[in-house]
Nanobody
Framework: QVQLVESGGGLVQPGGSLRLSCAASGSIVKINTMNWYRQAPGKQRELVASIPRGGSTNYADSVKGRFTISRDNAKNTVYLQLNSLKPEDTAVYYC??????????????????WGQGTQVTVSS
């Protein structure tokens, strides 16, 4: 019922920047908290940043001061600005959205949806 599509990943040199986007579509009533996670090879998926519908943002200690999460509720889109990138930021980045959607029969359902992931590689 809800699809999340990420974009903006790529190859960048250390110290460089990228901007990731994640657009949600489908039978959306409301999107509550939106998150960015990442998973590096051989490691567990970790929460990078989160942004509630209203309220303060939260970041992993490893990205504080370098990454910025934002959202456009009118577009059902969340962004992640990645600055001062380091090789250890290399990972597949996933967006996640806690969403209320219309399901069959016209009822509402709250669920957590994931995007397909976008690769970020930081290397010289």
């Amino acid at each position: 019922q809800v699809q999340l599509v990420e974009s903006g990943g790529g190859l960048v040199q250390p110290g460089g920047s990228l901007r990731l986007s994640c657009a949600a579509s489908g039978s959306i009533v409301k999107i509550n908290t939106m998150n960015w996670y990442r998973q590096a090879p051989g490691k567990q998926r970790e929460l990078v940043a989160s942004i509630p519908r209203g309220g303060s943002t939260n970041y992993a200690d490893s990205v504080k001061g370098r990454f910025t999460i934002s959202r456009d509720n009118a577009k059902n889109t969340v962004y992640l600005q990645l600055n001062s990138l380091k090789p250890e930021d290399t990972a597949v980045y996933y967006c996640n959205a806690h969403t209320v959607a219309i399901v069959g029969g016209g009822s509402f359902r709250s669920d957590s949806y994931w995007g397909q992931g976008t690769q970020v590689t930081v290397s010289s």
